[in-house]
């Protein structure tokens, strides 16, 4: 029996999605919570706790986007003829939050409030257009000759513009227990009293999404509710039950690193079972990875390059996040 290439591509590229989200969901998280934070010291910090790193985070989103490219360049063009305009306004979103970021720390007093408002923005749209785009690829994308049949605003759905909410929500999620995890004193405090009201929104996005898509999508429905799926999905509820009780207790005393992992645990499995609702199809509703895969030789050619390049990618990722590790504060960098 040969080697799937297809699955193995379909795994690079899910791994690169799934660290892309954690990793820039994070500083995204923190440009969402900035109204939250109003003390110019405060911003201060929160910006520091991402600096060293932010922007290597979306090394992910560029691993997953080549990846498209040269795996399955069918989905690479009909996903992208479908979700133009979302993707444009996410970029535009990533444009203005790194402009933002760069330009504040160099501005006089007096200008900086422009900056901070460009940061909020730009970290909101960026968030808000990506669950958008998730959502439309989940209700799915006509595809007529292999070639998108769409229109341009079909994206404009109210499950889709639900699932940009939710995006923001998971977002602030991130930024606010990574805040909890990278600061300290009055802003960690901050950061604990909000996470609270976050979980409850995050359940109720989490909630909302699982009852929404096997309402809406008979295909969805089948393939969670048969026998024996059934079984298998039978933990996914249960461990999202184990990991908000966990969460909510690790808030309480002096927490540390343990919220951030609990949020980390919800986030993957939203994100699994989101994958396996599609499974196997990879433009949704009709065509599986294998259908919309490039020549194997292809597959196989740039397979030797991903597996060379993804090391090093991990590797410095590590390193710096090691570096950069401890607490931050106001006026002395990292601690």
Excluded: C
């Amino acid at each position: 029996m040969g080697i799937d290439l297809s699955l193995i591509w379909i795994l690079i590229i899910f791994f690169g999605v799934m660290m892309y989200v954690v990793m820039d969901g994070f500083d995204l998280g923190i440009g969402i919570l900035f109204p939250f934070a109003p003390d110019r010291h405060d911003r201060d910090v929160m910006m520091n706790t991402v600096a060293p790193v932010w922007d290597g985070n979306e090394t992910w989103l560029v691993l997953g986007g080549a990846g498209l490219l040269a795996a399955f360049p069918l989905v690479y063009s009909v996903v992208l003829s479908a979700l133009y305009l979302p993707l444009i306004f996410m970029l535009l979103g990533l444009i203005l939050r790194g402009v933002a970021f760069e330009f504040r720390f160099k501005a006089h007093d007096h200008e900086r409030h422009f900056w901070d408002k460009a940061f909020i923005v730009g970290s909101i749209a960026a968030a808000f257009f990506q669950g958008v785009a998730l959502g439309a690829y989940i209700e799915g994308i006509p595809v007529v000759n292999r070639a998108f049949a769409g229109g341009a605003f079909d994206w404009f759905a109210p499950f889709p513009l639900f699932t940009g909410l939710g995006v923001v929500a998971v977002y602030a999620m991130l930024g606010s227990t990574w805040l909890v995890m990278k600061t300290e004193g009055p802003l960690q405090a901050r950061m604990i009293q909000l996470s609270r009201p976050l979980i409850g929104l995050l359940i109720a996005f989490i909630v909302a999404v699982s009852i929404w898509t096997p309402l809406a999508h008979a295909s969805i429905a089948q393939r969670w509710f048969s026998w024996p799926n059934m079984l298998w999905f039978a933990p996914v509820p249960l461990l999202v039950v184990f990991f908000t009780v966990q969460l909510l207790r690790s808030l309480q005393g002096e927490p540390h690193v343990a919220p951030f992992v609990y949020v980390l645990g919800l986030v993957f499995l939203g994100y699994t079972g989101l994958a396996i609702s599609v499974w196997p199809m990879i433009i949704p509703p009709d065509i599986s990875i294998w259908q919309a895969a490039a020549p194997p030789q292809s597959q196989a050619f740039i397979l030797v390059g991903a597996l060379f390049i993804i090391p090093f990618i991990l590797m410095y990722t590590a390193w710096s996040y090691y570096v950069f590790r401890g607490k931050v504060r106001a006026g002395e960098g990292y601690h």
